[in-house]
């Protein structure tokens, strides 16, 4: 097994990346060619659109309507505006299809025939309906709304295997149904195989009061790993060996060949004079970014789904799932300027074929043309930057933490007695969902006979706080960050290891000293954060949000292979605040597809459920 691992490490190209970085290759270099953020995000006009809220103006954000504002806490109160926006999401798949930056992929999974779908854009208390149509050809799937605390909607979290059944292929649909109880930046994402790596993703803005003035949104601006090879055929390749660098970097679903200049750049224009907010997803599959805009700095003001106080830095760091609302302040001399992507940690947050991943921002009235100034990149070592203040507080007592096997989480990296398999565990547990009978079926029929391998934490007293610390096989011989997500909560985290470089492999065991190290006032808290190679991370959430919930790591090839565990929430309460309609869906989508898989579906399961491969070439 060592060897194996030795090996992955290799692979990895663990290679540290130039300071200095440079634009892409690209011919010609005309501006006609720069594909604005304007011309993908057709919800744009949508986004911007006036609202009856007649407080929220350039000048005064924090206002949103009559008795609600930035220091409302979202938990525990929300708009009610009686508005339900309603999409259709239809999943296909095309061959020979040709991708952004040129090249031609044997097949590719769309929605609505995009490599990204449309932007769900609501206001916040609106309710959301999205109908999902699966017109894949041998695939289930299922759609979670990445951050969406589904407060007395869980049976639509769309986690296969936990809250529903698979949406079956060839027509099989389902309508989620949920209200948007926060607001801010997000995501949505297949959970049935690593369909999300193979184009089954968009993006979720939901309109509300922000910590900082403002006078242009320029909507969502999602980032992503993109891989040639299927990611079900990833999914493979990644039993045995360590991740490939991706092939390119999509910047908004656009990209630039690095060696052809195929494709464009993703062009956002930026009004002299005016600050703009700017919505940053990292999307990926298994890169970690870090971003800088040369010569601006970027003040953020919310932290995954979380207002925060304004915080100004000159570079982020978004693991895999995380997200960043910031404002830009066009200050600077009219021109044109990278957006830069670079990797860091020696290349443990990933890699590229593309060494130099860009975007262009445009000042209006500028000329066109590539920018020429390079800017310099900062090395975040693979760890999130733990200096955000949430507008809402939270404060919890750190004081008296023990660690106990009652709370501790132990990830680790193991192979079965004589197979060359990479098997991910929590708690000496790989999970391994059943498709055919969801967690949540359990819950709503009374039947406690759960088995081991869904791998379910079992909370049912109300309303308190539970620590939960994770520590990244500190005994293994190798190891990697991990984007840890939870769902149906953010979370306070309230500590993690002493901050080494990755490629150094220092291991760290959490013992009592480390309590004095620990935040329990107002913490940063969000919904994904990194888990360190070899050391660990505290974190605490309050069972407040009865359901049942995975955290799990959002590196696709990891959750795939079982790294990921299942709160199970307050199961009295769960049952009793589930509508009879949501049940009866429930039931009839389950019924079909048992009906489905796995008599008619050609692939058997292979993995965790929560990623499956492969899916049917025609």
Same mark, same amino acid.
């Given at each position: 097994m060592k060897s194996i691992i030795g090996a992955a490490a290799l692979l990895l190209g663990l290679l540290a990346p130039s300071a200095v970085l440079g634009a892409p290759p690209v011919t010609p270099i005309q501006r006609d060619l720069l594909t604005p953020i304007e011309e993908r995000d057709e919800s744009r006009v949508d986004t911007l659109r006036h609202?009856?809220?007649?407080?929220?103006?350039?000048?005064?954000?924090?206002?949103?309507?009559?008795?609600?504002?930035?220091?409302?806490?979202?938990?525990?109160?929300?708009?009610?505006?009686?508005?339900?926006?309603?999409?259709?999401?239809?999943?296909?798949?095309?061959?020979?299809?040709?991708?952004?930056?040129?090249?031609?992929?044997?097949?590719?999974?769309?929605?609505?025939g995009k490599i990204l779908g449309p932007t769900i854009v609501a206001d916040w208390g609106d309710n959301i309906q999205v109908t999902v149509i699966n017109n894949l050809v041998t695939n289930g799937t299922s759609v979670h709304w990445h951050g969406l605390h589904q407060r007395t909607s869980v049976l639509h979290d769309g986690a296969n295997g936990v809250t529903e059944c698979p949406i079956p292929p060839k027509g099989g649909s389902k309508v989620y149904k949920f209200r948007a109880t926060q607001y801010g930046t997000s995501w949505y994402h297949s959970h049935f195989s690593a369909q999300y790596a193979n184009g089954v993703v968009g993006t979720i803005l939901i309109n509300g009061p922000a910590s900082l003035p403002y006078d242009i949104d320029l909507g969502v601006f999602p980032l992503s790993d993109y891989y040639y090879q299927s990611a079900d055929d990833l999914v493979i390749l990644t039993k045995t060996q360590g991740a490939p660098p991706s092939s390119n970097v #999509?910047?908004? $679903?656009?990209?630039?060949?690095?060696?052809?200049?195929?494709? @464009?750049?993703? *062009?956002?224009? #930026?009004?002299? $004079?005016?600050?703009?907010?700017?919505?940053?997803?990292?999307? @990926?599959?298994? *890169?970690?970014?870090q971003v800088a805009l040369v010569g601006h700095s970027m003040t953020v003001i919310a932290t995954d789904l979380v207002p925060v106080n304004a915080f100004t830095t000159n570079s982020l760091l978004l693991g895999v799932g995380q997200r960043y609302d910031v404002t830009i302040d066009a200050s600077q001399t009219p021109g044109n300027y990278w957006f830069n992507v670079t990797f860091g940690g020696s290349g443990f947050c990933g890699t590229s074929a593309n060494p130099f991943p860009a975007a262009i921002f445009h000042y209006a009235g500028a000329p066109g043309g590539l920018p020429t100034a390079k800017g310099t990149a900062t090395d975040h070592n693979c760890l999130d930057n733990l200096n955000f203040k949430p507008v809402v507080q939270r404060n919890v007592v750190v004081s008296n933490f023990t660690k106990r096997p009652a709370n501790t989480l132990p990830v680790t990296l193991e192979g079965p007695p004589g197979q060359p398999l990479f098997v991910w565990k929590v708690n000496g547990s790989s999970i391994n969902v059943d498709w055919n009978k969801p967690v949540a079926e359990y819950v709503l029929t009374g039947n406690t006979n759960y088995p081991t391998s869904?791998?379910?934490?079992?909370?049912?007293?109300?309303?308190?706080?539970?620590?939960?610390?994770?520590?990244?096989?500190?005994?293994?011989?190798?190891?990697?960050?991990?984007?840890?997500?939870?769902?149906?909560?953010?979370?306070?985290?309230?500590?993690?290891?002493?901050?080494?470089?990755?490629?150094?492999?220092?291991?760290f065991h959490f013992s009592q000293s480390d309590v004095a190290s620990l935040n329990g006032s107002n913490p940063v808290r969000r919904d994904v954060a990194m888990l360190p190679t070899g050391g660990w991370l505290l974190i605490a959430f309050q069972t407040n949000n009865p359901g049942a919930w995975l955290m799990h790591c959002h590196i696709a090839w990891h959750v795939s292979g079982g790294l990921s565990v299942d709160f199970l929430e307050r199961r009295a309460d769960f049952k009793a605040q589930t509508s009879a309609a949501d049940t009866a869906a429930f039931n009839s989508n389950c019924n079909k597809w048992r009906a489905y898989f796995p008599a008619q579906d050609p692939f058997p399961k292979i993995d965790s459920g929560l990623r499956k491969a492969k899916y049917m070439r025609e």
């Open positions: 609202r009856a809220s007649t407080c929220n103006t350039p000048s005064n954000r924090a206002c949103w309507s009559s008795g609600f504002n930035i220091n409302t806490d979202y938990e525990v109160s929300t708009p009610t505006t009686g508005v339900t926006r309603q999409y259709t999401l239809t999943f296909t798949e095309v061959t020979n299809w040709v991708g952004p930056d040129g090249v031609v992929e044997p097949i590719r999974m769309l929605v609505n #999509l910047f908004n $679903g656009t990209a630039k060949h690095p060696v052809t200049g195929a494709g @464009s750049y993703a *062009n956002v224009t #930026l009004t002299p $004079g005016k600050r703009h907010r700017l919505r940053l997803i990292n999307t @990926s599959a298994e *890169n970690h970014f869904e791998n379910l934490v079992i909370l049912d007293q109300a309303n308190v706080w539970t620590y939960w610390l994770i520590e990244n096989d500190p005994d293994g011989a190798f190891s990697l960050p991990h984007p840890f997500h939870l769902h149906g909560h953010d979370f306070l985290v309230l500590g993690r290891s002493p901050d080494v470089t990755p490629a150094s492999q220092t291991r």
